[in-house]
């Protein structure tokens, strides 16, 4: 998570993916150009880690963060999991 464990339940954050560019070989491209891609914005957190409280203030660096998308924006998650590296921005 991109924004250093401050993300809570109830949050609204966008997803980002960090991807390197691929070269025509299906490689990486030379020069190692790295690009991000808001692939969500305005995406309610529903849970952090095992963490499910909306009173919580105290800040924790977890390893899963649960979203709430519908079915498209899942599959958009599950491709970008698999292009690259995902983080959050904090609304």
């Known amino acids: ?20 560019d691929v070269g025509g070989d299906g490689g990486p491209a030379q020069g190692g150009q790295s690009f991000a891609d808001v692939v969500l914005q305005n995406v309610k957190v529903l849970a952090v880690g095992q963490l499910a ?26 491709l970008a999991a698999r ?5 959050l921005m904090l609304r």
């Not at 292009?83 to 983080?87: E, I, K, R, V, W």
Request: aromatic share 2%.
């Open 1 to 20: 998570v991109g924004v250093g464990g401050f993300v809570l339940p109830g949050d609204r954050v966008d997803i980002l993916l960090t991807r390197l």
């Open 53 to 78: 409280d909306q009173k919580a203030v105290r800040p924790a660096i977890v390893n899963a963060v649960t979203v709430e998308v519908g079915s498209i924006g899942a599959q958009k998650v599950a």
């Open 83 to 87: 292009a690259g590296s995902l983080s």
